[in-house]
């Protein structure tokens, strides 16, 4: 499975930022597709997923309210709309796809990563 994620940049604080991530057709279609990030010295972290039909998004605690995921299936494509950004928003984000049966907002659900696309934001 190939991902490729994109959108990422250096932002000040509040500021908005939308990153997007595209996969294969088939992968698209089937499976919850999510994004996580990890901080330097840090874990990798969940963000957020979206069911295949894209009508179930789940966020964690930390972006709920300031960050949304969409997916646009004619591009094969999701997105993660930023808002607010904060400076402990500052990571690298990657896109997954879940391929596991349990929690889909754990990070053992998801066994195909993109590479990633820094984030940082400035006080």
């Known amino acids: 499975v190939q991902l490729q994620a994109s959108g990422g940049g250096l932002v000040q604080a509040g500021d908005s930022l939308r990153l997007s991530c595209t996969a294969s057709?088939?992968?698209?279609?089937?499976?919850?597709m999510g994004w996580f990030r990890q901080a330097p010295g840090e874990d990798r972290e969940f963000v957020a997923t979206?069911?295949?039909?894209?009508?179930?998004?789940y966020y964690a605690d930390s972006v709920r309210g300031r960050f949304t995921i969409s997916r646009e299936r004619a591009k094969n494509t999701i997105y993660l709309q930023m808002t607010d950004l904060k400076r402990e928003d500052t990571a690298v984000y990657y896109c997954?796809?879940?391929?596991?049966?349990?929690?889909?907002?754990?990070?053992?659900?998801?066994?195909?990563w993109g590479q990633g696309t820094l984030v940082t934001v400035s006080a």
């Open positions: 997954a796809v879940r391929t596991g049966t349990g929690d889909p907002k754990r990070r053992d659900e998801y066994d195909s």
């Open positions: 057709a088939r992968t698209f279609i089937s499976n919850f």
């Open positions: 979206i069911s295949p039909s894209g009508g179930i998004p």
